[in-house]
Each structure stands twice: as C-alpha cells, then as structure tokens.
C-alpha cells in the first residue's frame, strides 16, 4: 500500500534509542522512553495561504528529524509503526557534523 499525507502532514519513522546505558546497563521495553527522533518517510504538497498558493515543506523525505514527546498520530501502514504530524510539530533537522561524514 502506498500512502501520500496531505497538505502539510509528514510520515515518520521513529529511531530507536540505545539499549544500554553509558554504564553498560540493559534498558527494559517497560522503562524506556518512545525516541523523539525519526526518518521522514513522506512529505506532503503543502500548506495553502490565504491566495491559494501552496507553500512547500522545509523537510524531505529522507530527512531526520527531531519532535515533541507527544507529537503526531501513531500508524501502523504495512506492518510498519509510523507517526503523522504536521510539519509544525517538527523542532528541527538533525544533520551529521563533517567529522561523523569522514569517519561514516
């Protein structure tokens, strides 16, 4: 199934967090907290003003991002668990430093 959010809604894909602490201790599913970062999935056209005109989202596909502990709507398409928001909800673009780009 494909799916296309509308106007300016965006899919995404939560990353899951570690599974240890720096210390080495294992985190139980019941203790840990849902990640606030994810992979955009999918992007809308946009959002309409007043004239009509669509104004496009700042994010793309492909993107990870940062949101709100309690952003979005949970859904589950093809098996996958996927958050919906809209792209106000998004605090920002996580991008790598040149020294990760190197190393990676």
């Not at 570690?18 to 019941?30: C, M, N, S, V």
């Amino acid at each position: 199934m494909k799916f296309r959010p509308l106007h300016d809604r965006v899919v995404v894909r939560r990353i899951e967090g570690e599974e240890k602490t720096k210390g080495g201790i294992i985190i139980p599913d019941t203790a840990k907290e849902k990640p606030q970062e994810g992979e955009v999935v999918a992007v809308g056209p946009g959002a309409r003003d007043e004239s009509g005109r669509v104004n496009a989202l700042d994010v793309k596909a492909g993107d990870r991002v940062l949101f709100g502990k309690w952003s979005g709507t949970e859904v589950k398409i093809d098996g996958q668990d996927l958050l919906i928001m809209k792209e106000s909800d998004i605090m920002g673009v996580v991008e790598a430093s040149e020294s990760f780009k190197q190393a990676a």
